[in-house]
């Protein structure tokens, strides 16, 4: 007999006893969830402190206390903001230290205040129209994968609103990964870390986070959209500024000597692609330049770009393409000049997760284990994933649902929901009993 035939069957014996835990098991996220969206937590992008909206802590006090309550270790706020907290491991394996991240502050594209969250169970299929405006009307038309959740529940805020599922589907699945396997102590698994972030939708969400401290050898954020998808490869990423210098004089005698650079930004911005090479034209793996900003008075003036390719290298590109077309319609202006600068925003983390080919296959297996295909999808953006990837913690992106982020129309799937929690726990229980990192 194969000497690891007992240890094959009582594995396969514990998979189908731990199948059988999850199916029984009454998931706590939704009720977590539309608890955690009625909690102001947007960001501000112009503010200077970190993080940039005090009441996003809000949010991270009830999350320690929640953790407190299920046991957890080493739960505490940082003095920036940051929520972590521990499952303690419960085997004598050396296996890796796994880290789930989600961040807890929601977009400032659209308001967060006052969010009233909708479940509607058995959706019928029909439009969806949200109560505290009319207007608004969610239809299987406009978002196909609705069609997918017909006779399950959906959740939807209520109109005036975004719902927050961007990114507290997150938050909510990683604490009932945690409740789960608290309250499930034969399911094996290491160290695993908890990390929620501020500041994500502005861009700072890494900004003063310490990998020491944290002491996780890889992880996942969740971040993600539909069903099954998994996200390891990212926008590459920079800032553009165009700066106009033009010449200043009274309107009443400026004939002949005032060039007002408001007109030449104006200019510049109307000579852009309409077609192409902007993000309502481009989708797939197609790059873009962006216009996000124009501000200042006729003497100077700035705009503000994003240049975004999945090709590090083609940003460049893009950049001499955009000043090019700049300095040229600037030259027609005597006196005016201009200064092009570049920010380095984030970067593709297909570069990092390619040299770390276990953590897909991790994610693969989990993946199968609850009865999904793994689907890769590039994310036409970035996460914080893509910043922790890069500062050293491999971290590509997990699916939580959400759909319409960023909007009124902000809607995610219960199942999905419930699907993602699973997938975390057979991360987590894989890691221990097949996927050791070499």
Known sequence: MNKKEPLYHSRAALFRTFKTMMTAYNFTVTERFLRYVQIDTQSDPAATC????????????????????????????????YTHATIPSNTTKNVPVICFCSHIDTAPDCSGRGVNPILHKDYTGAPIVLPDDNSQVITT??????????????????????????????????????HYLTTHPTIEHGDIKILFTPDEEVGRGTEKLDLAKLGAHFGFTLDGGELGSFEDETFSADAATIVIDGVSAHPGYAKGKMVNALKIAAEIVATLPKDAWCPEATSGKEGFVHPVGVHGIQEKATIEFIVRDFDTAILAVHEKKLF????????????????????????????????????????????????????????????DGSRLSFMGLPCPNIFTGMQAIHSKHEWVGVTDMEKSVEVLVNICNLNTNSFNEK
Do not use: W
């Open 50 to 81: 970190f993080p940039s909206t005090a009441k996003q802590l809000h949010l991270a006090q009830l999350l320690e206390k929640e953790l407190t309550a299920m046991g957890l270790a080493n739960v505490h706020i940082d003095e920036h903001g």
């Open 141 to 178: 038309e406009a978002y196909p994968y609705l069609k997918n959740h017909i006779g399950k529940s959906v959740i939807t805020a209520s109109g005036t609103t975004l719902l927050g599922a961007d990114d507290k589907s997150g938050v909510a699945i990683i604490m009932d990964m945690a």
């Open 324 to 383: 090019d077309l700049a300095q040229n319609i600037v030259s027609k202006y005597p006196g005016a000049t201009i200064t092009c600068s570049v920010t380095e925003q984030y970067r593709n983390m297909k570069e990092i997760i390619d040299q770390h080919p276990h953590i897909s296959a991790l994610a693969k297996a989990a993946y199968e284990k609850a009865g999904l295909t793994l689907v890769k999808e590039p994310i036409r953006g970035g996460t």
